[in-house]
């Protein structure tokens, strides 16, 4: 999909995050990416670095964490992992199915370097 | 979800942020920091920021999206011809390049607003903003935004709509849903375009395209329609008439 700009948009938080903890630089950048979220992860990856050239996580390494993709379903109640394209109870077939993870786009953490404040903290 | 209960924490990512979890911990002379921010926050601000001001003008924003050539400039036509002396209508039109599509429209008598992408397959909030910006919702009551011809990204940026009506033309062939599933689950309606075509095509078995839209667990209605034959367009046109006076 839109992978620089999701990069783009990504350094812009992560550059929040950095500022207001007075960090000199970001070693490592924690994304959640689900399957049904619409981006790709090795698409992704290439996009970052261009994304990072000239800020202060230009040197950081973007983990994707991939979830899986699970569903609840209405009618017996139980959960299951299932395929981007079959959101079908595994349990009992049913198809009224309540998405439970799978279509996250999310940044999850990062990891700053020479902070101006001690130990963790959340923003 | 919201950036900042925690909500967006979900059954597949929380392991990575549980206490004794993969992100939990980091070397020394680092510190880690929990941010748990969606991606395309952004976007979806904005997007909030156009569902309030079609809601302060009892408007109907309808988010049309499907293959390009799939017939959503034909199904606009046949829809203002039809609705056109009970409903005031404006269309938001998305294309990379030229105003074709919008002229068609004007030519029916209804306000239309061009958004050239360029080279972007997509349209996003912010540029639904500015388009607005160009039309005046005052005794407005029902938006059409056409998307641009696309089943990957438009699934993606909420404009700010209030249903997504995705249209799948029969000569696609009814296994679009399963190929697409992105672009099919966020869809409210799904109209079966090009109907007319059905007697003459062997691959294309809307009872199909059904089971494979139930698959990726979406409930929405399934509308077979042709904006050139007229059959099967009361059924949209009923739909739009409840889904309007519902807003108003």
Partial sequence: MHELAICQALIGEVLQ????????????????????????GPLMQNAFPIAAAGT??????????????????EECGEE???????????????????????????LQRVVLENTGSGGQAHV | MCDTCGCNVTP??????????????????????????GLLDANDHQAKHNREHFERHKVLALNLMSSPGAGKTALLEATIEALGAELNIAVV??????????????NKG??????????????????????????DLDGIDLVFIENVGNLVCPAS????????????STPEGHDKPAKYPVMFRAADLVLITKSDLLEVLDDFDPDIAESYL?????????????????SGMDRWLEWLRHEVVSRA
């Fill in chain 1, 17 to 40: 995050v950095a500022r207001a903890q007075h960090a000199a630089s970001v070693s490592d950048i924690y994304v959640s990416v689900g399957p049904l979220s619409g981006v790709e």
């Fill in chain 1, 56 to 73: 202060v996580a230009n040197e950081a390494k973007l983990h994707l964490q991939a979830t899986s993709i699970r569903v609840c379903c």
């Fill in chain 1, 80 to 106: 299951s992992e299932v395929p981007a394209n079959r959101l079908v109870c595994e349990h009992c077939g049913h198809w009224r199915t309540r998405l439970v993870s799978g279509d996250e786009l999310m």
């Fill in chain 2, 12 to 37: 597949g990512n929380e392991h990575l942020v549980a206490a004794g979890g993969h992100l939990a911990h980091t070397s020394s002379g680092t510190e880690s920091v929990e941010v748990l921010k």
């Fill in chain 2, 93 to 106: 039109e998305g294309d990379l390049e030229t105003e074709n599509d919008a002229e068609r429209i004007r």
């Fill in chain 2, 110 to 135: 209804v306000p239309a607003i061009q958004i050239s992408t360029g080279s972007a397959c997509h349209l996003d909030a912010h540029m639904v903003h500015s388009a607005l910006h160009d039309l």
């Fill in chain 2, 157 to 168: 940026f909420d404009l700010g709509q209030h249903h997504n009506v995705a249209l799948l």
């Fill in chain 2, 214 to 230: 139930r698959q990726i667990a979406n409930p929405a209605p399934l509308f077979k329609v042709s904006a050139k034959s007229g």
